[in-house]
């Protein structure tokens, strides 16, 4: 049986993708069939691509003067994160209301969950309030899944543990997509702590669906056991791993999900695996740099380059984001009133 891209990356099978419904045709004249957004592995090219052209539209009307629509007048969309978020929890929140929908953010340090509430019971009480989606973040991979299972509305996954991240994914391939008109045939480097990286694990599955060449750059230490079988390439030297990339995707080191010592200092981190001028001269002259933020400065990205704006992508990245989460958002809750709309 071959090893899916889920077992390779941490032993343990997790269905991800959409789940189910469709707000307009896709190019080949069927319909988009999810309800959820769960993750990207399991979708298909016209997924992605029905995701991202969608998107794009958003993108010009967010940028007009009057940039609210009423598409989805009279919903209610919960943001409930159980880790700290603010560009996340905040881009959504915008998405909800440029969308004409009412958004409600869950505190989850004065909720039940404080109390004692498991998941479960948070879910179905919930679901009882009867809300049209539900945008979720969760420490734990596979959380977001199960409360998916549990309700009635649509469910987002707004990252869970070192699983996924969807629409971080998608923004980041609508970034590049209007900034070089294709993500087929470019080399993407995706570097630094890709071990606890639910963006690396996501853009590895959206860029390989695109057809794009994807390299991982860590040391040994920050790189999961059997990142080798999701079909990148994997280097532990930062100027290999960079050479003739059209794009460089830097990570930060997440020491909140790490137990022990994973680098021997930051210092000796940013010397090796930094991203700064002289390491960006491995990459093509007009190669861009990307990061899903929060950055670190001297960490993982020197200033000079993550503020370089004829090559960073980074503040692109922020913008696209809520264009990004729109188009999820309306789609997903539009389809729940279709009779072809499934579950997964």
């Known amino acids: 049986m071959p090893v899916s891209r889920n077992e390779a990356y941490n032993g343990a099978l997790m269905t991800s993708a959409i789940s189910p419904g469709p707000a307009t045709a896709l190019s080949d004249g069927t319909r988009y069939p999810y309800r959820h957004l769960l993750g990207i592995e399991g979708l298909s090219r016209p997924d992605?691509?029905?995701?991202?052209?969608?998107?794009d539209g958003f993108v010009e009307q967010n940028r007009q003067a009057d940039k609210k629509a009423s598409t989805l007048r009279g919903r209610t969309l919960i943001n409930l994160f159980f880790e700290n978020s603010t560009r996340t929890r905040t881009s959504f929140e915008l998405a909800g209301k440029r969308l004409g929908g009412d958004v409600i953010n869950m505190s989850v340090s004065t909720s039940s969950i404080k109390k004692g509430e498991t998941l479960i019971?948070?879910?179905?009480?919930?679901?009882?309030?009867?809300?049209?989606?539900?945008?979720?973040?969760?420490?734990?991979?596979?959380a977001v899944h199960l409360l998916a299972e549990k309700v009635n509305c649509s469910v987002i996954n707004a990252g869970d543990g070192s699983h996924e991240h969807p629409t971080q994914a998608l923004l980041d391939a609508l970034t590049i997509r209007r900034r070089l008109g294709r993500l087929e045939g470019l080399v993407v480097a995706i570097c630094g702590d890709v071990a606890h990286s639910r963006v690396a694990r996501s853009n590895i599955h959206l860029l390989s669906i695109m057809g794009a060449r994807v390299r991982v750059v860590?040391?040994?230490?920050?790189?999961?056991?059997?990142?080798?079988?999701?079909?990148?390439?994997?280097?532990?030297?930062?100027?290999?791993?960079?050479?003739?990339?059209?794009?460089?995707?830097?990570?930060?080191?997440?020491?909140?999900?790490?137990?022990?010592?994973?680098?021997?200092?930051?210092r000796e981190y940013f010397r090796y695996y930094g991203l700064d001028d002289e390491k960006l001269k491995a990459a093509k002259p007009d190669a861009l740099i990307m990061h899903p933020g929060p950055m670190n400065r001297?960490?993982?990205?020197?200033?000079?380059?993550?503020?370089?704006?004829?090559?960073s992508l980074i503040r692109e990245q922020v913008e696209m984001g809520v264009a990004v989460r729109m188009a999820v958002l309306e789609i997903l809750v539009t389809n729940q009133t279709e009779p072809w709309a499934k579950n997964q």
Do not use: W
């Open 121 to 142: 019971d948070t879910a179905m009480t919930l679901n009882a309030m009867h809300p049209d989606a539900l945008v979720v973040r969760h420490s734990e991979s596979g």
């Open 48 to 55: 992605i691509d029905f995701l991202l052209d969608r998107a």
């Open 298 to 311: 001297g960490v993982e990205i020197d200033s000079v380059v993550a503020d370089d704006i004829s090559r």
């Open 218 to 266: 860590a040391p040994p230490t920050l790189l999961p056991s059997g990142i080798d079988r999701m079909g990148v390439e994997v280097h532990h030297d930062m100027e290999r791993g960079l050479d003739g990339c059209d794009i460089v995707m830097m990570l930060r080191l997440q020491t909140e999900r790490m137990k022990g010592s994973y680098v021997p200092s930051i």
